[in-house]
Nanobody
Framework: QVRLVESGGGLVQAGGSLRLSCAASGRTFSRYGMGWFRQAPGKEREFVAAINWSGGSTYYADSVKGRFTISRDNAKNTVYLQMNSLKPEETAVYYC???????????????WGQGTQVTVSS
């Protein structure tokens, strides 16, 4: 009943920035937490950032602290991930998910988008 569609991915040079968006439709998610994960080919899914239902609390993987910012606009049913100073090793498919909103564990999230490709060139 819930659909998540990521957008905003693309090709960027190392040190550049991208802003990802995740638009939700169907069942309301205003009181659900949301998270961003990424997965590179041949590697496991990795936690990036999370935000609680109100947007008042955010959580980040240590590797992205100070560079990435997660935010949400519940009126638009949209979550964002602003990514600055991107590194080549961060090339991956980035996924938006609904769930715990404070956990690094992908198992704590119930709904997932299709993902958007982010490629960071060196």
């Amino acid at each position: 009943q819930v659909r998540l569609v990521e957008s905003g991915g693309g090709l960027v040079q190392a040190g550049g920035s991208l802003r990802l968006s995740c638009a939700a439709s169907g069942r309301t998610f205003s009181r659900y937490g949301m998270g961003w994960f990424r997965q590179a080919p041949g590697k496991e899914r990795e936690f990036v950032a999370a935000i609680n239902w109100s947007g008042g609390s955010t959580y980040y993987a240590d590797s992205v602290k100070g560079r990435f910012t997660i935010s949400r606009d519940n009126a638009k049913n949209t979550v964002y991930l602003q990514m600055n100073s991107l590194k080549p090793e961060e090339t991956a498919v980035y996924y938006c998910a609904i769930g715990d909103g404070s956990s690094w564990d992908a198992g704590e999230y119930n709904y997932w988008g299709q993902g958007t490709q982010v490629t960071v060139s060196s």
